[in-house]
């Protein structure tokens, strides 16, 4: 599962594999979601309310770049960092 951005302890991912809607992974501890690029809603998993908000608020500023990522995993080319949430 390849990293693009890690804060405050936050993994974020994606698998070159993934079935649709576009979304992204995140690991938090031993909390885990998957969160859809268009809606920003968690769609399997759960995050606490404080990662939750932090995630949420990262993919907000980086939507664009994580759908540039997902379209770069469906064709299995390497991905594109992302800057982390300062």
């Keep these: ?3 693009i951005s890690r804060f405050f302890g936050i993994i974020i991912a994606m ?3 993934d079935h649709a809607p576009p979304h992204f992974h995140v690991i938090y501890g031993d909390q885990w979601a998957a969160v859809a690029i268009e809606s920003l809603e968690i769609i399997e998993g759960w995050l606490s309310r404080r990662a939750a908000g932090l995630v ?3 993919a907000e500023l980086h939507r664009e770049e994580l759908m ?3 379209r770069l995993a469906e064709a299995r ?3 594109k960092p992302i800057r982390p949430l300062e």
């Design 77 to 79: 080319e390497r991905l």
């Design 68 to 70: 540039e990522n997902w």
């Design 1 to 3: 599962m390849p990293e």
């Design 56 to 58: 949420l608020d990262w």
């Design 15 to 17: 698998f070159y594999s």
